[in-house]
């Protein structure tokens, strides 16, 4: 771990970023990335923490907590975004607000060559969804990202897409 | 095989049984294609929300609203095929266990928006109730005649207890006439929003 990343605790700033937007749900398909933020939320008694089967039951979680009063975020790895295509239709059509944080694999320093193929394509998918892209490589843009991210979603009723970089979160360590 | 209606009950008098004297508690999401038909037919109301696409994702709007919402009751109704592509989210729902949330399936074995093919459940293929089980839904009804369906109502009235409710009714494959409802889907999300109190 190198000295930038020891002094931005960017997991820990995305969860305050959370709380000051107001976030009540959270659903979540697991991913070694998203790991802390996701304890951290399970222990919150004030947000929903709802563990998905697959990605796109977030998208429908999203549109009902919204339709009943409360602001939903999304966490998975850049292989869930495939799982939602049909499903965002559904934000896009009735403008729900949907924030869909991205832990990316497949880029920097990939072991897997299995996780290139849905990687490689998740900024353009996310375009094609008429979402707003915000990437974080570095750990100190983190929380600027998230934030704008919060506003241009909640603010507009609109889909945005924070996506985290495999350079920010780190390489996979895989041991036999 | 045989696409002709083969017994079960009439989807529009079960969906108008299901929605009278409904109360202002009640919110009502159905899933695309015939129970969607079916809940406009039963009357119009801003706290339904439509869809009019979004396969598979009708239970898990109820459940972001149920979540969102404990003091009212949310039914998602929807048919097999729909109940099908997103089967996985009774298993998101059996472990959240909202005791505000009643998913009913309207199941008539066939695909009815798409030519009356047949649906996994067709002949017994694929018991949805057995599913909704063994996902931990504890409450689950299976209805075959009018008087479950009697009793299926009583308990959506109050819908109260230790966790979710699942129904599945064995439905008529017989089709009935389309009716539309508004299919403008930010304005079917601002008036439910507004009908709610919240802003639209």
Redesign the interface.
Known sequence: MNASVAAVDWPEQLYATLKRAGIRQVGYVPDAGHARLIDRVRADPDIHDVVLSTEEEGIALAAGAWLGGQRAVLLMQSSGVGNCVNMLSLARTCRFPLLMMITMRGEWEEFNPWQQPMGSIVEPVMKLNEAEIYRATKPEEVEGLAERAVQHVFGDERIAALILSQQLIGKKVWTK | MSAQPTGGLDRRAAMAALLADRGDDL?A?PGLGSTCWDLAAAGDNDRN?Y???????????????????PE?RVLVVTGDGEMLM?M??L??IG??KPANLAVVVFDNGHYGETGMQPSHTHGGGVDLVAVARGCGIETTVDVRDEAGLAALVGRIKTLSGEGPLFARLAISAAEAPRVLPERD??V??NR??AA?G?KA
């Open positions: 919110v999401v929300f869809l009019w696409g979004a396969m598979g994702g009708a239970a898990m709007v109820g459940l972001g609203l149920a979540l969102a919402q009212r997103g996985g989210s298993a998101t472990i959240q889907g930010v079917l999300k439910f929003r709610i919240l």
